[in-house]
Each structure stands twice: as structure tokens, then as C-alpha cells.
């Protein structure tokens, strides 16, 4: 081997080590026993992962430099470890999704993510710890920044294990901010594309309306690496179309002039930190000319309790099995959102908060018309104390509703020196133009 880090090959960017791989300087092995040591030094305090099998993950990159060194055709993620969230399901290992009702559970096909991951070449490494049928209820997982913080959820493990340095890639997935919100807690870049880009088979459905399949990474251009692998037309999801999005390129050039970006407080803004407020002030005023304070339109204000009625009347449908037989095995917060999902809306509240996706979505549409991105929190502030919850969403949610790609990226401190993410979103569609900037904004000199 002849690739060598100074923080250990476990802390390799994604798209150098597939590179490493490609041309022969370091093996899929090599790299994945660096994040099975990783993980053997710090699990018994991250607590990322459900289920790890060591000779499994290395019978694979073994797989891989059989493949590599008979000449066999590379994909993007040759050899390289992904860990994937304990919704999806995996063939060869369990996916529990975060629930004692489904504990043991053994798929026999792959999600349609993590079929699409292992034909791009990768490794999967192992199960990423999930909240409670990824909603509010917490697993084990602990901040690997400060163990005494929330790593937030519901996609706890997988932010958890890429900050470790554990894996260089996870996914996720998104429902209200449980990709984003992890992702700004952790200190990580967190992704959720556009609605429909990633298909969702095989993964464990909340929402129809509003699941999304998202990734982390500790790079722009590494969640556009793993994200382009995953993209494609399933047509068991109709949400997806067929098409094709260059992320990776796109993410890694430079925007033709310099973005203009539009600073959206919103009326959720007095539920932001002191320290939040504080470094957007300065974020806004370094960034000068670039950025342009605007006001969202005034349904904005109506799109947390909109979210609300779709998600909890979805997951009634959706856990209605789990809810008659076993009610007692299901967490008092997710039983309780069940029963308003059952009771407390009518058909024409659903209806009315369906069609609302739309109507929002188009006049968002026209606010981003003149901007190539919004920036905004990516959560309140930094990760709460304690591991009993995993902090507000509130930052997300009509994003998520309208089904616009965002991205998370540490740029910001608060309380103690933990992170706090910047969001951007996009209009939808504009995912690859949306990583262009995020990445363009993450390499900025502030100085």
C-alpha cells in the first residue's frame, strides 16, 4: 500500500479512496479493516451501529479486490465502506428499524438504495442505528463530538459513524429532518435530494408523501458521489422519473459567477439559539453582496401544521399493524402521534394539506426564481444534553413538505465549539446546481 493519511485511512475522503482502489494504491481490505478498527475503538461510546459482522464486511472488499485485480469493470464506490440506516432493507443482514417488533427481521432482496449501492461497488459495511421506526423515539446512539449530546435522529447511527470517523459514507433517510438535522449536530454534510430523485423501495414507509432517502458524508462532493450512485427510475416508487443528474460534476466545478443566495429567517426565527442568530449575523455580513435578506411567502407560517397532518395520518396507516397488535411495544410519543393520525383529522384536512404541497412548492418556486439557493438553520442550534430526545426538526419541515433538495454544511459554532450546519435548498430539480453552491460556500474564505 502506498496511500497514507495523517489521520488514518479511516478519515479518507470517499472519492480518493475509490480512486486509490482504482489505480492500486491502497485495497478495499486495507480500508475497510481502518473503519472496523474505528469503529472497535469507540462503539461501546458512539453506540452507531445495530449490526456489524466483521468477516461479512471483509468477504466483501475481499469480493472487491478479486474483482479489481481480475480487470473486472470499477464502479464509482469500488471497495469502498457505506453504511446504511436500519430502515432499509438488507439481504444479508437484519433491518429492524429501530423497533423490538421487528427485531430479527431478514429481508430477502435488497432496498432498491442499496441494490443500487452495491452495484455501484460498495461495501456495506453494517446497520446504522435508527429512532423507533425513524420518528422521535431515541436508540443508543450518542454525539461522537460530546457523548453527552443527542446525535439527532431519526438517521442517528449513520450521522454519528461518518463524524467518527467509523465510514466515510452512510444513508439516511427523511421524513420531517432526520437527515439534515443529525447531519448539523454532528458537524457533517447531510443531503436530502429533491422528492422522488432516490427510490425508496425496500425502506421502511412513513410517508408516501414525504419519505426521502438521503446521505452523509464529510464532503459536498462525497454526498454527490454517493447520491449520483443512487439515483434512478423504480417502478415499484412512483415517485421517481427516469433521469439522469451529474452531481458529482457538478459539485465539484466552480459556479460560473459568484451564487446569489437569499437569507430566509422565516417566521420560526425566534426559535432559533442566541448563538444561531448570532452566526448568521455574521455569516450574512461576511458573505456582503453575495446574500440578500427576503421575506418567505405568508403560508410558510402554515406549513409545520400542514406537515403534521400528512405525517401523522401516514403513520397511522402505515403502523396500523404494529399499533393493533403490540401497543404496548411502541414508544408513548409514537403512540400518541398514531392515534392523532387516526382521530384527530378529517379526510378533508388530508386532502387540504396534500394539496397544499404543491401550492407551497410554486410559491417557493417563484421566490427562488432569482437566487440559486436559500440559506437558513439547519436545527435551532447546536445539539441538545442528553440522549432522551433529538431536538427540534422545526428548521426542515417545509422543505421536506414541498419536497425541495437541501443540504447541510458545518460551517457555524455555538455553545462549547459544537456545530452548527447551514442549510441551503434549492428549487426542485436544481439538486446538482444546489451541491455546486453548497460546496462552493462550504470551501469559502471567510478570511
Request: hydrophobic fraction near 45%.
Amino acid at each position: 500500500m502506498t496511500v497514507t493519511t495523517s489521520d488514518g485511512l479511516e478519515w479518507m475522503a470517499a472519492a480518493d479512496a475509490a480512486a486509490a482502489i482504482a489505480d492500486g494504491r491502497l485495497t478495499s481490505r486495507e480500508l475497510t479493516e481502518a473503519c472496523l478498527d474505528s469503529i472497535a475503538r469507540q462503539e461501546d461510546t458512539v453506540g452507531a451501529w445495530t449490526f456489524l459482522d466483521r468477516d461479512l464486511a471483509l468477504l466483501q472488499a475481499d469480493m472487491a479486490d478479486d474483482a479489481h485485480r481480475a480487470g473486472k469493470p470499477h464502479g464509482p464506490l469500488h471497495g469502498v465502506p457505506v453504511g446504511v440506516k436500519d430502515i432499509f432493507d438488507t439481504h444479508d443482514m437484519p433491518t429492524g428499524d429501530g423497533s423490538p417488533l421487528h427485531a430479527g427481521r431478514t429481508p430477502r432482496r435488497d432496498a432498491a438504495a442499496v441494490a443500487m449501492l452495491r452495484q455501484a461497488g460498495a461495501v456495506i459495511l453494517g446497520k446504522t442505528v435508527t429512532t423507533e421506526f425513524a420518528v422521535y423515539h431515541p436508540g443508543k446512539t450518542a454525539n461522537p463530538l460530546d457523548p453527552t449530546r443527542t446525535p439527532g435522529g431519526s438517521s442517528s447511527g449513520s450521522a454519528a459513524a461518518v463524524a467518527a470517523g467509523m465510514v466515510p459514507l452512510a444513508i439516511g433517510s427523511q421524513t420531517n429532518g432526520s437527515v439534515i438535522r443529525p447531519a448539523s449536530f454532528c458537524g457533517i454534510v447531510g443531503y436530502k435530494p429533491s422528492f422522488g430523485l432516490i427510490p425508496r423501495t425496500g425502506a421502511l414507509r412513513l410517508s408516501r408523501a414525504l419519505d426521502h432517502v438521503g446521505v452523509f458524508a464529510r464532503s459536498v462532493t462525497d454526498a454527490a458521489l454517493i447520491a449520483e450512485c443512487m439515483i434512478g427510475f423504480d417502478p415499484d416508487d412512483p415517485a421517481t422519473r427516469p433521469q439522469r443528474m451529474p452531481l458529482r460534476e457538478m459539485a465539484a466545478g466552480l459556479p460560473p459567477v459568484t451564487p446569489r443566495l437569499a437569507f430566509a429567517p422565516s417566521p420560526l426565527w425566534d426559535q432559533a439559539s442566541p448563538d444561531t442568530q448570532e452566526g448568521f449575523a455574521e455569516l450574512v455580513a461576511a458573505l456582503g453582496s453575495a446574500v440578500e435578506r427576503i421575506d418567505l411567502p405568508s403560508a410558510f407560517g402554515d406549513a409545520v401544521g400542514w406537515h403534521k397532518t400528512v405525517m401523522e395520518t401516514d403513520l397511522a396507516v402505515n403502523l396500523a399493524r404494529e399499533y393493533d397488535d403490540s401497543p404496548e411495544q411502541i414508544s408513548t410519543v409514537l403512540r400518541e402521534m398514531i392515534a392523532r393520525g387516526r382521530a384527530g383529522y378529517s379526510s378533508f384536512d388530508y386532502a387540504r394539506a396534500i394539496e397544499a404541497i404543491e401550492r407551497l412548492s410554486a410559491a417557493l418556486e417563484d421566490t427562488l426564481f432569482a437566487y440559486d439557493a436559500i440559506i437558513t438553520p439547519a436545527a435551532p442550534g447546536v445539539a441538545p444534553q442528553g440522549l432522551h430526545a433529538t431536538g427540534s426538526p422545526v428548521f426542515c419541515t417545509v422543505w421536506t413538505f414541498c419536497g425541495m433538495p437541501a443540504v447541510s454544511i458545518p460551517l457555524l459554532q455555538g455553545e462549547n465549539g459544537m456545530p452548527i450546519g447551514v442549510q441551503l435548498v434549492g428549487s426542485r430539480g436544481s439538486d446538482a446546481k444546489l451541491l455546486r453552491t453548497a460546496n462552493w460556500l462550504f470551501n469559502y474564505d471567510f478570511n
